[in-house]
C-alpha cells in the first residue's frame, strides 16, 4: 500500500483482534482455530484493504468475511486431512460447578456449521433475519430454515437439561 493507507490498516486490525477474536471462537469453539480464522482474515482484508475501507459499515464487512471464511473451511482440501485415525475425546467436564454456557458451547460445536453461524449470528450478535442473510450471502429463507434446525439440533443436544439463561425460543449463547 503505496497510498499511505498501511497505518490505517493496521490501527483498525489493532482495535479490531479482540472483537473478531470473540466471533471466531464462538464459531470455531477453539482458541487455535479462532486464531487462524482471525489470521486468515486479516490477510484477505489487507489484499482487499483499499476496497474494504470504502465500505460503508466496515466492521459489518469484515464480520462477514470472517463467518464467510469459517463456512468455507470446510470446502477446502485440507480440512479433510486428519493426524489422528480417530478424533480424540473431548475433554470431559466437570460436574462440580459447571456453567452453562460451558454446556451450550460444547453442544454449539456439534450443530453444522452453517447452523452454528446462524445460530451465533442471530442470538449472540442479535442480528436480525435480513442481516444474517446478508452476511451469510443466502436467502432469509435459509436463514430461517438453519436457525431451526440449528436450535432443534441444539435442544436435542442438550437434552431435558434446564439451563439458567435458556428458554426454548432463544439460548445464551455467551
Avoid at 44 to 70: Q, S
Wanted: aromatic share 8%; charged share 30%; with cysteine.
Amino acid at each position: 500500500m503505496r497510498d499511505g493507507s498501511e497505518q490505517e490498516y493496521v490501527d483498525y486490525v489493532t482495535a479490531r483482534i479482540p472483537a473478531l477474536r470473540r466471533l471466531a471462537f464462538l464459531l470455531a469453539g477453539d482458541e487455535h482455530r479462532a486464531d487462524d480464522l482471525v489470521q486468515q482474515t486479516i490477510t484477505k482484508l489487507y489484499v482487499k484493504w483499499r476496497h474494504a475501507r470504502a465500505a460503508d459499515n466496515l466492521d459489518g464487512y469484515v464480520r462477514t468475511m470472517l463467518v464467510r471464511t469459517y463456512v468455507d473451511e470446510r470446502r477446502l482440501g485440507w480440512s479433510r486431512v486428519r493426524l489422528f485415525r480417530e478424533a480424540p475425546e473431548p475433554p470431559a467436564f466437570q460436574h462440580d460447578g459447571i456453567e452453562d454456557r460451558q454446556v451450550v458451547r460444547a453442544a454449539l460445536r456439534q450443530v453444522p456449521r452453517r447452523q452454528q453461524a446462524v445460530l451465533v449470528l442471530r442470538f449472540f450478535y442479535d442480528l436480525s433475519v435480513e442481516d444474517a442473510a446478508a452476511m451469510l450471502g443466502c436467502s432469509t429463507g435459509t436463514v430461517k430454515s438453519q436457525t431451526a434446525r440449528g436450535l432443534a439440533t441444539l435442544r436435542r443436544l442438550l437434552g431435558e437439561r434446564e439451563l439458567v439463561g435458556y428458554s426454548r425460543a432463544t439460548p445464551t449463547l455467551n
